[in-house]
């Protein structure tokens, strides 16, 4: 303001641009501009995007997440009812398997008892069979035996025909 | 300076005037060294520097200084862009973002102690960032609608008798081609010019007063308390401008690529 006195003061109208201060403005604003545009809006919005695409990421695997919790647990209760079913059909299976073999038991004890006493009795028939025939050869034989001894003593007296029955006893128990 | 000025016409109380906005180049006689061309390089400086280091790293997890960078920009981004744009806005962006750091920075240099000229009250620089605008949106709208679709929609409002077009033709090509940016690039400076001329009506006055009698000594401080308040006052007016500045432009942008006007 050295140079300014009053009355050129007075003259001076600030809507008068300066040629120089036009010009500085022009290629200060067009070099900000440039600047702002190369190095700092495309990092702002990297930025922006990158947050964005973080927290979709985040929400995304949780969902993810939720979803694979809930398939495994809808997984294992599907296991568990079906071991569930299992066990209950084991257990029924098991029964019907335990009657199944106590019936046989018991049909295979009663055939067994059964056959023994059928052999039992076919046994003894055999033998009663065996002990008849056996005896009815000795019967005759004694009988036999006996006659002919009455035959050879006189049938009248009493006292030998005792003597004849006695003896024959004898021989007979000394025979055995 | 001022002290000069003063000796030089008798002592008396010289209010300030624009004068006072003609400041003499600080390094020699080199026109292009003037406080507020230097102030308007440092901001470039100011502004380049700051959001590069702030934007650098991109990181997901914002530090503290990237965080004050990404609020600035998404404050231009999402509040003004976006929300007046619309579709497409992100093209728009960077110059918007230039824009408004740039006239916000300019501005608050008024209020920064050692600094306190608000570039902005240089009227050159509204003018230049008013032909930038002017620029941008009438290419827009020429890329958008084709020349002469533009300029006939511009000319000939469509859905208005053709009667009222005596009266309308000329007021809207008025207002897209000489209002518009000229009322944009006069309200930034008058405000700065205004608000500037204010803080230095009260400080200038205060130091004026302190030199005084032992009577207006007293009330210097009066004055000098106004001029405080008047800074934070200032303050807000400086932002408000910035980004009424940038509503604006964002507006006559989405007007140009609107299909109607």
Redesign the interface.
């Known amino acids: 303001m050295q140079f300014l006195n009053m009355a050129e003061a007075e003259k001076i109208n600030p809507l008068i641009p300066h040629t120089a201060e036009l010009v500085v403005g022009a290629i200060a604003f067009t070099l900000l501009f440039l600047t702002l545009r190369k190095f700092v809006t495309p990092m702002f919005e990297k930025a922006f995007t990158e947050r964005t695409n973080a927290i979709q990421g985040g929400i995304e695997r949780a969902e993810k997440a939720q979803l694979e919790a809930q398939r495994a647990l809808n997984q294992y209760t599907e296991q568990l009812a079906k071991a569930q079913t299992e066990a209950q059909t084991l257990r029924e299976e098991a029964r019907a398997q335990g009657a199944a073999i106590i019936e046989d038991l018991r049909t295979k004890a009663q055939e067994e008892a059964a056959r023994i006493t059928a052999t039992a009795q076919a046994s003894i028939e055999a033998q009663r069979q065996q002990a008849v025939t056996s005896l009815r050869a000795e019967v005759g034989a004694l009988a036999v035996e006996l006659a002919s001894k009455i035959v050879g003593e006189s049938l009248d007296d009493a006292a030998r025909q005792s003597r004849v029955v006695d003896r024959f006893l004898e021989d007979l128990e000394k025979s055995k | 300076?001022?002290e000069?000025?003063r000796s030089?016409?008798g002592g008396g109380f010289?209010p300030p005037?624009?004068?006072?906005?003609?400041?003499?180049p600080v390094f020699g006689h080199n026109?292009?060294t003037?406080k507020?061309?230097l102030l308007?390089?440092l901001?470039?400086i100011l502004?380049?520097v700051f959001?590069?280091l702030?934007?650098?790293k991109?990181?997901?997890v914002?530090s503290k200084l990237?965080f004050a960078?990404?609020s600035v920009?998404?404050f231009v981004?999402n509040d003004l862009a976006k929300d007046v744009i619309g579709h497409d806005f992100?093209r728009f962006?960077?110059?918007l973002?230039?824009l408004f750091?740039?006239i916000l920075v300019n501005n608050i240099f008024g209020i920064i102690p050692l600094l306190q000229f608000p570039s902005m009250s240089?009227?050159?620089?509204p003018?230049?960032?008013a032909?930038?605008i002017y620029l941008v949106f009438h290419y827009v709208g020429i890329r958008k609608q084709g020349a002469i679709k533009y300029f006939k929609e511009i000319m000939f409002m469509p859905g208005v008798p053709k009667a009222a077009y005596i009266l309308i033709t000329p007021l809207e090509i008025l207002t897209f081609f000489v209002v518009r940016p000229l009322t944009l690039a006069?309200r930034l400076?008058a405000n700065m010019?205004a608000g500037h001329l204010l803080l230095l009506v009260f400080i200038l006055g205060g130091d004026h007063l302190l030199q005084g009698v032992i009577g207006l000594k007293l009330i210097s401080p009066f004055a000098f308390g106004i001029g405080i308040v008047l800074t934070f006052f200032e303050f807000m007016v400086q932002c408000l401008q910035a980004y009424i500045f940038t509503l604006l432009a964002a507006l006559y942008i989405a007007g140009a690529l609107a299909d109607e006007h």
Do not use: K
Not at chain 2, 17 to 24: G, Q, R, V
Not at chain 2, 122 to 125: P, Y
């Open positions: 300076m001022r000069l000025l030089g016409t010289v005037s624009s004068a006072d906005f003609e400041l003499p026109i292009y003037t507020p061309i308007v390089f901001s470039v502004i380049s959001f590069i702030a934007s650098r991109a990181a997901i914002p990237q960078g990404e920009y998404s981004r992100l962006v960077p110059y973002f230039t750091t740039f240089r009227v050159s620089f003018y230049v960032l032909i930038t006069l400076f010019f």
